[in-house]
């Protein structure tokens, strides 16, 4: 790889990184960005996720200095996504993502329709949920969690509307909750590509300190917005990005 590439790689981590605080969905882009660039598909996959987990410990300092962040009421959360997104990384030599791809931008484009009609969903919390309200938690956050080890793409971003939609959490919550979610996800599936020598750790270094600074920085911004801007932000983002990942799917750009 070449220094301007590299330069190249180190703006879109830290724009798409700073943005991605809010809105997740960072390895739609900065994924097949690696890919036009000739990294081979799983070294990008494991390098972008050794970045990831130092993206998401930048973005979660702000909000655990504002207390943004309930770690008792997501310790259980985090406790399957250890378990889930070591499954997940475990897939990832011999899963294709497309299906998976296909089927986040279907449930996307369903969920941002869900919290567009459901006006109140994300901008005032919920204390107490039901038991079945707590039950799709679980197994949506268990299931998107193989889903965070295998890719990621996606899967801050359905992560947080679930948060909203069924555990109770306003936007601001939910966006800080899952940064903490995510180191596990992350972490976890990080080891693994590790140990299997999947990581490129001279990138992997350069853009581990590009994304922990653009999510600090982005994370900080994020902090200062209501839960009616951060609900708009993350409805017109989902609708965008999962028409942007089913146009990748049925008319994928030749790397030639």
């Given at each position: 790889?070449?220094?301007m590439?590299?330069?190249?790689l180190?703006i879109?981590?830290?724009?798409t990184?700073f943005?991605?605080v809010i ?12 890919f ?11 390098t ?9 410990i930048g973005?979660s300092?702000?909000?655990l200095?504002e207390g943004?962040i309930d ?11 250890l378990?889930s997104?070591a ?6 030599i011999?899963?294709?993502?497309d299906g998976l791809?296909?089927?986040?931008s279907?449930?996307m ?6 919290i ?5 969903v994300?901008?005032k919390k ?17 299931l998107?969690?193989i ?6 793409g ?10 909203v939609?069924f555990?109770?959490?306003t936007f601001?919550q939910a966006?800080?909750s ?5 180191i596990?996800s992350?972490m976890?599936?990080t080891?693994?590509?590790m140990?299997e020598?999947?990581?490129?750790y001279?990138l992997?270094?350069i853009?581990?300190?590009?994304m ?9 911004w ?8 951060l609900?708009r932000i ?8 999962a028409i942007?990942?089913l146009?990748?799917?049925?008319w994928?750009i030749?790397?030639?």
């Amino acid at each position: 790889m070449t220094l301007m590439q590299e330069v190249i790689l180190i703006i879109l981590f830290f724009i798409t990184t700073f943005v991605g605080v809010i809105t997740g969905s960072n390895s739609l882009i900065t994924v097949p960005a690696m890919f036009q660039f000739g990294i081979d598909p799983k070294v990008a996959v494991a390098t972008n996720m050794f970045g990831l987990t130092f993206m998401s410990i930048g973005a979660s300092i702000p909000f655990l200095r504002e207390g943004a962040i309930d770690l008792k009421r997501i310790s259980p959360l985090i406790g399957l996504t250890l378990v889930s997104s070591a499954l997940g990384a475990l897939l990832a030599i011999v899963m294709s993502a497309d299906g998976l791809k296909l089927t986040i931008s279907a449930a996307m484009i369903g969920v941002a329709l869900f919290i567009l009609f459901k006006r109140n969903v994300g901008v005032k919390k919920i204390e107490a949920i039901s038991s079945r309200a707590a039950t799709i938690s679980y197994a949506l956050a268990f299931l998107l969690g193989i889903y965070g080890g295998l890719y990621s793409g996606g899967y801050v971003t359905m992560l947080t509307a679930v948060l909203v939609a069924f555990f109770g959490l306003t936007f601001s919550q939910a966006v800080a909750s899952t940064k903490v979610i995510n180191i596990a996800s992350s972490m976890v599936a990080t080891a693994i590509f590790m140990w299997e020598g999947l990581v490129d750790y001279k990138l992997g270094t350069i853009l581990a300190i590009t994304m922990f600074a653009g999510a600090y920085a982005g994370a900080h911004w994020a902090s200062k917005l209501n839960d009616i801007w951060l609900r708009r932000i993350f409805i017109a983002t989902v609708i965008v990005l999962a028409i942007k990942t089913l146009f990748d799917i049925f008319w994928p750009i030749s790397a030639n």
